[in-house]
């Protein structure tokens, strides 16, 4: 009994509140709708493979630009570092990580798509990176993505990546599949791929500890996304406001340096334009 006069006292005030325009206290919107907005600790998905961007250590800690930028956005969201559970998200788990409640953000060049944003709602971005080509250190033929066609490239399970060059682009080329751009990496240097065609960043990664070369020919922008739950707007707009301050304060452009400054790419470093929360 005294649960349910507690229920119908709830309902009551929930009556009242409605009348006062204050209907966020409700759970129309409020506590009892799922949102990263209020959360006292936060689990974020990363990747665990990516130089520069998102790499798992030895020592089981995680470090690269997603990972500061996801650090960032969540002491913005009023969780510090102490209580953030960081977790390999690998792209072909991505929407389903988001979905099932593994994940409470992505921060993995995750990049923003129209189909992707039929199932998750993104802010940002937080960085706008370019399509390039990786090719091995002694190939002179490839100059541009027309220049793949016959040729192996990778194509990472869960990634749009190997799409946009023989679809959106009409370029022949021949996908290898390949669970993570790690394993693409060893297998360009084991002559399994002619080339790895991503976002440039994850390329500028990789090209500092391992043999190949890139053309330096972007033919797409990739909006790197911070993904969470469908319906999430709430968390969407604090996020979005976090990035801003981000840019403002001189953050990312100093996180862009630290972590890409040697390699040679023309580094954005103002506010990207936001997609919208949807």
């Known amino acids: 009994m005294p649960a349910i006069r507690a229920r119908r006292g709830t309902a009551l005030a929930c009556t009242v509140l409605s009348a006062a325009g204050l209907l966020s206290a409700c759970g129309l919107g ?27 250590t030895k020592n089981g800690t995680y470090e690269g630009f997603d990972v500061d930028v996801a650090t960032y956005v969540a002491a913005r969201l009023g969780v510090p570092k102490d209580r953030i559970t960081w977790r390999t998200t690998n792209s072909s788990v991505r929407e389903k990580a988001l979905a099932d409640g593994t994940v409470d953000m992505i921060v993995a060049t995750y990049s923003i798509t129209a189909k992707r944003k039929r199932v998750v709602t993104f802010g940002g971005p937080y960085y706008v990176a370019h399509q390039d080509t990786l090719v091995a250190p002694g190939d002179a033929a490839v100059r541009d993505v027309r220049d793949l066609k016959g040729r192996k490239i990778c194509a990472v399970t869960g990634s ?37 065609s991503t976002d440039d960043l994850i390329l500028a990664g990789f090209a500092a500890g391992h043999p ?6 972007p033919f797409t922008d990739e909006k790197y996304g911070v993904g969470l739950k469908k ?21 990312a452009a100093r996180l862009l340096r630290k972590w890409f400054g040697a390699s040679g790419l023309k580094l954005t470093t103002s506010v990207p334009q936001f997609e919208g929360c949807s």
């Open 212 to 217: 190949g070369k890139i053309i330096n020919a």
């Open 231 to 251: 319906g999430d707007l709430e968390g969407c707009e604090r996020v979005n406001r976090a990035i801003t301050a981000m840019y403002q304060d001189g953050t």
């Open 30 to 56: 409020g506590a009892d709708k799922p949102t990263i907005a209020h959360k006292h600790s936060l689990t974020i998905g990363v990747k665990a493979d990516q130089p520069s961007l998102g790499v798992k």
């Open 160 to 196: 749009n990546s190997w799409r946009r060059v023989i679809e959106e682009r009409k370029t022949a080329a021949l996908p290898v599949q390949a669970p993570t751009y790690g394993a693409c990496m060893d297998d360009l240097a084991a002559g399994r791929l002619d080339a790895v």
